[in-house]
């Protein structure tokens, strides 16, 4: 476990030394609305980039910069949403959280209770039913640092798609997939990831990973009733492509799924492009260029590899308006160049991604 947190604090560090050693190169513009990159090339002993990728006139978006915006919050909405999907004994009133809303500008509706739980605002909807079984399943496909990219990088090893006993992984996709509809959320269909995690999947995972479990969580018969349980992410879609997230704007909804009901769930909310703004887009190569040349000038203690290259849009900054009582604010979003990396040593192998403004040229993350 410490090799796995000293090698992800490694590559963040990697990371980092972009930022602080980036080589002024002579900027490219690309005048042309198709891009073009193919390379495949060792450039020393531990650095090598094989990337074949076509980007076309309709792929390459002509809004590079969007402003989007979050529908607004009503309280007939979250109380249709809340009867629906929080199943829970009995009929339960919203409750307007007026203190939230001196506190924060923000309008906030919620039902609360010891296990059970729900929060609809502006930027997000929070619910769970079970909280006991919330907060110890997540020890199976969360880590220390998060959800993110959606789960543990050696989920696949033990958890895959197959159907438990009460619901099929489809039937349980799609009724999260139906929550997302009448929220309004819209997701980018290719990026969703989900896994069945079964009682016995579990028990070979704490069987790996002694280190992380106490006795108090390996009971999982005092929680877990079923023969297990599915977990979906879904990540947040604008303009046909997927956004990526960051510490002011979450990417993604999830869902834990056991038996034929939702037992927690984190919705973004529902976005709506306000303006766009079409600008001209550096060349990829110029990016690579100046990536390959970082790594040159580091002492490299891992074998590395820059395999793959996607244009996406990221969150890059947050407007926030207070007028007299609710908050307004918006999400600038522009469209990034996003070049997959693959880090490989004696422990094995982490993923990691290396992100630029595609207008700017500027990394961001």
């Known amino acids: 476990m410490v090799e796995k947190y000293l090698k992800v604090i490694f590559v963040i560090l990697i990371m980092m030394i ?21 390379v495949d090339e060792k450039i020393n002993e531990n650095l ?10 309709k792929e390459v978006k002509n809004q590079a910069v969007l402003s989007v915006e979050p529908y607004p919050l009503t309280e007939k909405w979250a109380q249709g949403l809340a009867d629906k999907y929080f199943h829970i004994d009995g009929s339960v009133k919203l409750n307007r959280n007026k203190e ?20 609809a605002k502006l930027d997000s909807i929070t619910f ?3 909280k006991n079984f919330d907060n110890e ?24 798609q197959s159907d438990l006993t009460k619901m099929s992984y489809q039937e349980a996709k799609e009724l999260c997939m139906s929550v997302l509809s009448d929220s309004g959320f819209t ?19 704490r069987e790996a ?17 079923s023969d297990g349980f599915y977990v979906f992410c879904f990540p947040t879609e604008v303009n046909g492509d997927k956004i990526r997230g960051n510490s002011i704007f979450v990417d993604y909804a999830q869902f834990l799924v056991c038996d034929n009901k939702i037992i927690s769930a984190f919705i973004p909310s529902k976005l709506k492009v306000k303006e766009q703004e079409k600008k001209q887009i550096k060349d990829p190569q110029y990016v690579l260029d100046n990536i390959i040349t970082m790594y040159e000038n580091i002492i490299l203690t891992q074998k590395v590899e820059i395999y793959d290259l996607n244009m996406i849009y990221a969150c890059t900054k947050m407007n926030s308006t207070q007028g007299e009582g ?30 630029y403004n595609a207008v700017t040229g500027e990394r961001i993350y």
Request: hydrophobic share 35%; proline share 2%; aromatic share 20%.
């Open 100 to 119: 939230y809303e001196e506190s924060f500008g923000d309008l906030c509706f919620d039902i609360s209770g010891d296990e059970y739980y729900f929060l």
């Open 137 to 160: 399943a997540r020890v199976y496909f969360e880590d220390a640092f998060g959800l993110y990219p959606y789960f543990k990088a050696d989920a696949a090893k033990y958890y895959d």
């Open 18 to 38: 972009f930022t602080v050693n980036c080589t002024k190169k002579e900027e490219m513009q690309k005048n042309s609305e198709e891009f073009d990159i193919q």
């Open 48 to 57: 090598k980039v094989k990337i074949s990728k076509a980007f076309s006139e």
């Open 187 to 205: 997701y980018f269909e290719p990026g969703i990831e989900g896994f069945t995690i079964t009682s016995e999947a579990m028990r070979k995972y």
């Open 326 to 355: 609710i908050r307004s604010w918006e999400y600038i979003c522009a469209l990034i160049w996003e070049f997959s990396v693959r880090f490989t040593d004696e422990t094995g192998v982490m993923e990691g991604n290396v992100l």
């Open 209 to 225: 990973n002694p280190d992380i479990f106490n006795a108090e969580l390996d009971k999982t018969g005092d929680w877990l009733k």
């Open 128 to 130: 769970y039913t079970d």
